[in-house]
């Protein structure tokens, strides 16, 4: 037997069943993901397994620096195939890292290559892969339309001019393609000189003078109302935590002009300035009906070294410890006071605070709506067996696994939509060992209609992917 076959991470026949009959064949709603629109837009076709399966990709980055290869052969200049040769000589020793799993995923499901990537067999498997990238089943709209990727949540900037979005909005992209808004920057007063030269772009994208506070809003509004216009159904924020406290308007204006002015204010100030506006837009996007997503816990760009060198976003990442719990509940709390609290999705990147963050969603809801607060996948490095089991876990304990929105790729990478029929696999196996053992009904309709929900119904509803 090959070792991914057709019942791969299935133990029992129950999650056989569950997984074929219910879970398989549903197209992939990918509602937040890093692909980059221009390759999109261009339909870009890959020259060579190196560009498709390691451009981009930190995970495999990590590993082959892990094994001591070279940097060269990582992100510098070396040959296209003595890259993947460096990847393949790091292949065997992934083995029970998730990458191994991923990898021979990749294999089968691109290339239709079944053989364990070793040093031994790379030079065929460039070969034979590279041959395939001709074929335009695996150009970027053959891979999508492959996989049945129906909807895609792409990441940018407020000051994004969305020329992409709009070209495939008119094109015959066989995947609806939204953008996401992600205004990061606008938080980080903390950092005069970058700040004001984002504001300054803010300025071009929106038309707006931001020479005051309530112009800044208002250019930050016009964005939003821009991206609601090409599709934007969520938002996105990438953040160590919360801010722990919340200035008030007055406030905010002081330390607006302050620090436009290149002036620098300090730690407490810079957090309070991130809360009144993070609240702000939180706003807007309750009353644009979109989601908001808050990516916590992770700790940037650790090696000074690599940084500098290579800038950031280079793979030099860890799960960080900070405090979570005050922070979002001062937050979410607020804004639940205000009757202005969207719907929301927290992805939890410390598996210490899988409790904590599951519970939190429990403290808020609304009359009517369904899981409004979402305790989101297993993100980053917790997308792997033990990270996806924790997280279904501890959202099945403290709240209803039946509303979850599912799996999303998080990724930069063309290569990675067999993420969701891994995750799939796992909730089949895990429901399924449960009816097994008879801890849940055998009742295979009422589990399947769960694993179908949570697989996509749920997200197609939640986004109001219509």
């Not at 810079?270 to 706003?283: H, K, R, S, V, Y």
């Amino acid at each position: 037997m090959t070792f991914i076959h057709d019942n791969f991470l299935l133990q029992n026949k129950t999650a056989e069943r569950l997984y074929h009959q219910f879970a398989a064949g549903h197209p992939i709603i990918d509602y937040h993901c890093h692909l980059l629109p221009a390759d999109l837009a261009g339909n870009r076709r890959y020259r060579n397994i190196t560009e498709i399966c390691l451009e981009g990709d930190h995970y495999k980055w990590r590993a082959m620096r892990a094994h001591g290869e070279p940097e060269r052969f990582i992100t510098g200049d070396a040959d296209p195939k003595e890259k993947f040769l460096a990847y393949a000589r790091t292949v065997p020793h992934t083995y029970r890292n998730p990458l191994y799993h991923w990898a021979h995923l990749e294999l089968k499901r691109y290339f239709g290559i079944d053989d364990l990537l070793d040093e031994r067999n790379a030079e065929t498997i460039w070969e034979q892969a590279n041959e395939a990238l001709q074929q335009p089943q695996l150009s970027t709209w053959g891979i999508l339309q492959k996989f049945k990727v129906e909807v895609i949540g792409t990441t940018d900037d407020p000051t994004d001019t969305l020329a992409h979005h709009v070209a495939l909005s008119k094109s015959e992209c066989p995947a609806r393609v939204v953008p996401t808004f992600r205004p990061d920057n606008a938080l980080k007063i903390g950092d005069p000189q970058n700040w004001n030269a984002w504001v300054d772009k803010l300025e071009q994208a929106s038309g707006k003078n931001c020479s005051n506070l309530t112009a800044f809003i208002e250019a930050l509004a016009s964005r939003c109302a821009y991206f609601d216009e090409m599709g934007a159904r969520a938002s996105d924020h990438g953040l160590n935590h919360c801010p722990k406290t919340i200035c008030n308007e007055r406030e905010a204006e002081i330390l607006f002009t302050k620090v436009r002015r290149g002036e620098c204010v300090n730690l407490d100030q810079a957090e309070g300035f991130a809360g009144f506006i993070l609240t702000q837009l939180a706003e807007m996007y309750y009353e644009k009906g979109w989601i908001m997503q808050l990516h916590l816990g992770a700790m940037r760009n650790v090696n000074t070294y690599i940084v500098n060198s290579l800038g950031p976003d280079t793979g030099c990442d860890s799960t960080g410890d900070y405090p979570q719990a005050q922070a979002l509940a001062t937050f979410l709390g607020e804004l639940s006071q205000r009757g202005k609290l969207p719907k929301t999705i927290l992805y939890n990147l410390n598996p210490a605070d899988n409790y904590l963050f599951a519970t939190m969603c429990g403290n808020f809801f609304e009359e009517g709506v369904a899981g409004k607060m979402q305790f989101g996948s297993a993100w980053w490095f917790l997308d792997q067996m033990d990270g996806m089991t924790w997280q279904l876990n501890a959202l099945s304990n403290t709240g209803l696994l039946s509303h979850f929105v599912g799996m999303l790729t998080d990724s930069r990478s063309m290569m990675s939509y067999p993420r969701h029929e891994y995750f799939r696999r796992l909730l089949c196996n895990l429901i399924g060992d449960e009816i097994e053992k008879r801890l849940l009904p055998d009742d295979i309709e009422m589990a399947g209609k769960l694993i179908e929900n949570v697989c996509y119904y749920n997200a197609h509803n939640f986004f109001n992917f219509h």
